[in-house]
């Protein structure tokens, strides 16, 4: 403490803020010093990220509120067995800048049930199904069409005909545009589900080829 | 089991009573809690917890009822932090649960270790919206770090060991624990085995030798180096190597407001904490330097200020033992994934020669001189409370425990205190819980050793909001000092209101508080009232000197505003130091 009659009745003393020497340099929304070389902001990409989980009650409730409460931008989510007992894979299609994308496999990386983590490759085997429920006037136009996408026809009655196609998202979106003269009725997509290509690990520390054999955990990013 | 004894057995030579076996679920909780070395647990009673409770009866663990569940989260967050390892804490199903839930976001924010235990409907009728039933994991997901369901009266114990194990390893933080009373009642002779966290979460202890290596390098060449030294860490019991370091390679210090206590405040070195309310020179050295060795911290926006403005000119050494917080907030140039203690180690083998920053110290101790703490004391105004800080700092020991609520008190118990010893400073930080204070100084007291002081520095408002735990420390002879720094405000927002709402005092006079003396004395605690500077010393020594709880009502200036301030979102390097500046 001081008695000192310099020091103002309240608050502190100092150079104010506009005699002080301050630095010119800037970082972007993502902490990212902004040097000339440096990128600016990163743009959104979408990333194909898959994870291998213990088939805990409430996971999916946990890796999609993680979504939620981080703001993370998620397109779609899908999630089945494998061939390890109490192992499930999530596949998830995000859109998210690269900071965004690692945080998304960090984060989950931390969750409990969350074996293991990655990004697929741009090259990973990756898959959609949907059903497409259309008008039933033109039924042979219907199945035409059908046929062009490889797809099939699992229901026709006198007034719908619902089909199911699979393939990735071009193909799907070009398969829905090619259906709308019939009249859509209803849609169910999946959503990607994927795995990597030939021998590469799905997700860091899998091993294809001995599915039955369970995962061992990784640290890996 | 059978309860006679063979005629002899009394006198038999014995080496330890050993624990009778388990027979039930809630046998099983207790004894992989005493399995771990657990002493202490605070909770409050309840219908779906009633048989863990039945099995703590016979147990030596030291259980300290409660006056609400938030106050038994808080406690035992306080306990985790002075004793760095997990507390405990249980409450009921439902409402017990949900009173919980403030400590343990708290916890989860400052990474504080605890384990929560709460009691739940039977298994067979969850789901049914039972009375006091509350799909307590289903809230709790989003502020543990995980939680469990328990299922099975055979494993419950190992699930109990494996919360435990969880909430301290790596980065800590809360796990949960939710009994379903059928599991706790349920008959098993299954004795839990050795607590261990799940397979999942193994962190990693150890940087990569490349990337510290690289670190290393631009520490030689730093022109401007500082250290950041967050509450990492302090829970990495990595003090000793940090302030090794600092001093070895005569860095400067700078720490985050959990972090308090990690580096001497009275060393050459140190800059106290930045941020919001930081110190000048602190904030000046972090816009300023050219590489920002952080070490346990999760670059937190009152720390930051605007991300655009923050060490705008550093590159910046970001060791954390959890890889989600590296460039979370804040880029770092060089990560260093690792436990801060064998980082730090690492960092110091590696590096050959020290920085040269000769003309770097030389500025930072300038700013030290030009933005000093100095706050006036005219005898016309009323009680300033950062005397009262200086005087309760002075009459304490250096090891004493200061815990606080949250808002102006706060940041003046952190600024006016000189901190010295890790642990000493048990705050809430990330989540800013009002009401802290007074649960933590219980669970500070039950865990720190007797001839530590545990001193409550709370405000006015922050106090009246768990103020039942009063009667807490009365029945428990807790030897605690609470000094309210009251200012008939909940200060903290009246100051924004006359900084950013033109003065509108909107609901923030707290001038129809009860006299705090009297009603510490109607707690059966010691009261006190101070409005004048000559009676602080004396008041604050007969407090202490008092051998249970005492509250000093201290009514302080009303219109004292915390500085140094950077406007929220703000540049670092643009501090206020009064209200003009703002």
Request: hydrophobic share 35%; proline share 7%.
């Amino acid at each position: 403490m001081s008695s000192d009659d310099d020091l103002p009745k309240h608050g502190l003393q100092g150079p104010a803020p506009e005699e002080r020497p301050h630095p010119e340099g800037r970082r972007n929304s993502q902490g990212i010093r902004i040097d000339p070389e440096a990128e600016a902001e990163h743009e959104p990409r979408r990333a194909v990220i898959s994870a291998l989980v213990e088939d805990d009650p409430g996971v999916l409730s946990r890796v999609s509120g993680l979504f939620s409460r981080r703001q993370f931008n998620i397109e779609s989510l899908t999630v089945g067995p494998t061939t390890v007992e109490n192992h499930s894979r999530i596949t998830m299609v995000v859109e998210e800048p690269d900071p965004g994308i690692d945080q998304i496999e960090k984060q989950l990386a931390k969750l409990k049930p969350v074996i293991s983590v990655g990004e697929l490759d741009a090259d990973a085997v990756r898959t959609e199904l949907v059903l497409l429920k259309v008008e039933g006037d033109d039924p042979d136009k219907v199945h035409a069409v059908t046929e062009m996408y490889d797809g099939q026809t699992l229901d026709a009655g006198p007034r719908t005909i619902t089909v199911q196609l699979t393939g990735d998202e071009q193909k799907i979106d070009d398969a829905i545009d090619a259906f709308r003269q019939f009249g859509i009725i209803e849609i169910a997509r999946t959503g990607y589900t994927a795995l990597a290509r030939g021998d590469q690990a799905t997700v860091p520390g899998e091993k294809p080829g001995t599915a039955d054999e369970p995962t061992q955990p990784t640290n890996a990013q | 089991m059978s309860k006679q004894a063979p005629p002899d057995a009394e006198e038999a030579d014995e080496p330890e009573t050993t624990q009778s076996p388990v027979t039930t679920g809630s046998e099983s909780v207790i004894r992989a809690l005493e399995n771990e070395g657990v002493e202490a647990a605070f909770g409050v009673q309840g219908g779906a917890i009633m048989p863990v409770y039945d099995a703590l009866y016979h147990s030596d663990i030291r259980h300290v009822t409660m006056a609400h569940e938030q106050g038994a989260a808080h406690a035992a967050d306080a306990f985790s932090v002075v004793r760095n390892e997990p507390g405990v804490c249980l409450a009921t199903s439902g409402p017990g649960a949900t009173n919980l839930v403030t400590g343990i976001a708290d916890a989860n924010m400052d990474s504080d270790g605890l384990l929560a235990l709460t009691g739940q409907v039977p298994s067979d009728m969850v789901g049914s919206d039972a009375f006091q039933e509350t799909d307590t994991t289903g809230v709790t997901a989003p502020i543990t770090k995980h939680n469990y369901f328990a299922s099975d009266a055979d494993t419950v114990g190992d699930t109990v060991g494996e919360a435990l194990a969880l909430a301290d390893e790596g980065r800590p933080g809360p796990t949960l624990v939710d009994l379903p009373k059928d599991v706790t009642l349920g008959e098993t002779d299954a004795e839990p085995g050795p607590a261990a966290p799940p397979e999942t979460t193994r962190p990693q202890y150890v940087a990569d030798e490349g990337d510290v290596q690289t670190a290393a390098d631009a520490i030689e060449a730093a022109e401007r180096p500082l250290l950041l030294f967050g509450g990492g860490v302090i829970k990495a019991d990595a003090t000793g190597e940090a302030r090794a370091f600092a001093r070895d390679y005569e860095i400067p210090v700078v720490t985050t407001m959990p972090g308090i206590g990690s580096f001497p405040e009275d060393d050459d070195l140190c800059l106290s904490w930045a941020g919001m309310h930081g110190t000048g020179y602190a904030n000046m050295a972090i816009t300023h330097t050219d590489l920002l060795i952080a070490v346990g911290t999760r670059f937190d926006d009152r720390l930051t200020g605007g991300i655009d403005t923050f060490a705008p000119e550093a590159e910046v050494i970001h060791v954390d033992i959890d890889p989600a917080e590296i460039s979370k907030n804040v880029y770092a140039d060089y990560p260093l994934v690792g436990d801060a203690g064998i980082v730090i180690d690492q960092l110091d083998d590696a590096i050959n020669t020290a920085p040269e920053a000769d003309e770097w110290r030389e500025q930072v101790q300038t700013w030290k001189d030009e933005y000093p703490m100095d706050y006036a004391t005219p005898d016309d105004e009323p009680l300033k409370p950062q005397f009262v800080v200086e005087v309760l700092d002075e009459a304490t020991s250096d090891e004493a425990i200061v815990t606080t609520g949250v808002g102006q008190h706060q940041m003046w118990a952190a600024q006016y205190w000189t901190y010295r010893e890790p642990r000493t400073w048990v705050s809430s930080h990330g989540l800013g819980t009002m009401g802290y204070g007074l649960p933590a100084a219980i669970g500070a007291r039950i865990a720190a050793d007797d001839d530590q002081e545990v001193v409550c520095v709370d405000g006015d408002g922050s106090f009246l909001m768990t103020i039942q735990e009063l009667s807490v420390a009365v029945r428990e002879e807790l030897d605690i000092t609470v000094a309210v720094l009251n200012n008939e405000y909940i200060g903290m927002v009246r100051q924004w209101q006359d900084a950013f709402f033109e003065g509108r005092r909107m609901a923030a006079e707290y001038n129809w508080c009860p006299e705090f003396d009297k009603l510490a004395e109607a707690f059966g605690a010691r009261g006190f009232r101070v409005d004048d500077y000559d009676e602080v010393a004396d008041t604050v020594e007969e407090a202490l000197e008092y051998d249970g709880p005492s509250v000093i009502d201290f009514h302080i200036d009303p219109a004292e505003n915390v500085y140094p301030m950077v406007p929220s979102g703000g540049a670092n390097g643009q501090f206020a130091l009064t209200d003009d500046q703002l």
